[in-house]
């Protein structure tokens, strides 16, 4: 039960969990009054919440039918890495471009216990994939290209279909990012990290 005075950030952010966690799957039904029931909350701030999801692309109202969670087909989430191939192209020629070099740490520390393991857990690794592509925006400290990604919420729709391709293939291509960013070569930064994104639009699109 959430036990917030203002209801409307703590719900939303609940059902937004429910959704990318799957608990929600796509084309589901949102049965309103079994989650407010659920979260121990009115319709309002739940309504609210819906509506905020709406905008993000992850629920979508059908006339005369009720509210869903988004369902997304091959063509979106294609799409969706078209979008990813041009911002995060463009986020590593920033940090490159700023030669910062905590900025480098945060990046290199996400794949640093990988280097020396013969098998990688794929959980884990995964995690740290999801960690390395959100921090290679938030670094860049451009809050429009954040707001961009976030209200687009690019990264968490193409999360919920897990890795599109093993570590041995991505490791050290995530490696090569970070190595041009820290060397300060905005130019190969942007094209590692749009190849590193491609690659796996193409494998989907082979799909």
Known sequence: MIEYQNLNEPVYLKVKEMIVSGELKQGEKIVQEKIAEALGVSRTPLMKALLALENEYLVESIPRRGMYVRSLGQKEIFDIYVCREALEGMAARLLAQSSDKTTVKELRDCFTPFLSEEKIDIDVYSKADEKFHS?????????PLDKIYFFGNIHEKVISRGLIRPPEETLNEHIRIIDAIEKGNADQAEKF???????????????
Do not use: D, F, V, Y
């Open 135 to 143: 921090l290679l925006i938030k670094l860049t400290g451009n809050a």
């Open 193 to 207: 990290a749009r190849e590193h994104i491609e690659k796996s639009r193409i494998l989907l699109l082979n799909q």
